[in-house]
């Protein structure tokens, strides 16, 4: 299951689900097929109550192929290319919590910047940083930095 944050040309934004190249939007298609069932517009409140909202998010992905082509899942699905995504998260209420194993060498630079021994640093306590939200963009979005005095070593991380 693949959960995401997106924005329609005709609309706010909204969080869904993938089902094939269509994107389920799951408060509107819970609002018509589980009527009275609160459920979360934004994805921190999806996480929020996860433990809730799991069976029915899989209920009612059992259900979409069949709810398709019905009148009353009109507007539930949406064409892939018809929709922005956003950042999973696009305004988490922290800066987001990152750990540097994936890349060991961006690591060493942060350890050798501290003039801390890379080795047991590295392999004893890995590196934790932080970033802001508006270091995050979309899938498929594009990047854009400020100009630079000097070369960067900036890099991009996939979540």
């Not at 299951?1 to 924005?7: A, D, E, G, N, Q």
């Not at 799951?26 to 433990?51: D, H, K, N």
């Amino acid at each position: 299951m693949k959960l995401i944050s997106y924005r329609t040309a005709w609309g706010g934004a909204s969080i869904g689900a993938l089902v094939g190249d269509m994107v389920v939007d799951l408060p509107l298609l819970s609002a018509r097929f589980r009527p009275g069932e609160a459920f979360p517009s934004t994805m921190l409140g999806l996480i929020c109550q996860r433990g809730r909202l799991r069976p029915i998010i899989e209920d009612l992905l059992t259900q979409a192929p069949d709810i398709l082509g019905e009148k009353r899942g009109e507007g539930c699905f949406i064409p892939e290319k018809k929709v922005d995504f956003l950042p999973p998260i696009p305004y988490p209420p922290k800066n987001i919590i990152c750990q540097g194993v994936n890349y060991r060498e961006h690591a060493e630079e942060g350890v050798e910047a501290l003039t801390l021994s890379t080795d047991t640093v590295y392999e004893e306590q890995p590196v934790i940083f932080t970033k802001p939200h508006t270091s995050m963009v979309a899938t498929g979005a594009k990047s854009t930095t400020t100009a630079l005095p000097r070369p960067s070593t900036a890099r991009g991380s996939l979540a």
